[in-house]
């Protein structure tokens, strides 16, 4: 098994990558909380907790698949599954 930092070569001249890869998850974070308690309030609670839940596997799917197609599809699976993951705090 290995690590985000030996399978991408972030090491070295790279290393800060790593850090700017958890940022980049923590900001998708903090862009879903803009509309996630307007969804909730719109659509209800259950069913915006379940498509936050079904976005999210979808796309933990499919960085596991497509892990192999460098850090950029990485980073950007990362920002997306972060996104999609406000629906642990609508409730």
Do not use: H
Request: charged share 10%; net charge positive.
């Amino acid at each position: 098994m290995e690590s985000t930092a030996t399978q991408y070569d972030l090491v070295c001249e790279q290393k800060s990558m790593i850090k700017n890869l958890y940022s980049l998850g923590f900001f998708g974070y903090l862009c879903s909380q803009l509309y996630s308690g307007v969804l909730a309030d719109k659509f209800g609670r259950k069913p915006v907790i379940l498509a936050s839940y079904m976005l999210a596997s979808i796309t933990a799917f499919a960085i596991a698949t497509f892990n192999n197609m460098g850090v950029n599809v990485y980073a950007a699976g990362r920002f997306l599954l972060m996104f999609f993951n406000f629906g642990n705090n609508t409730w």
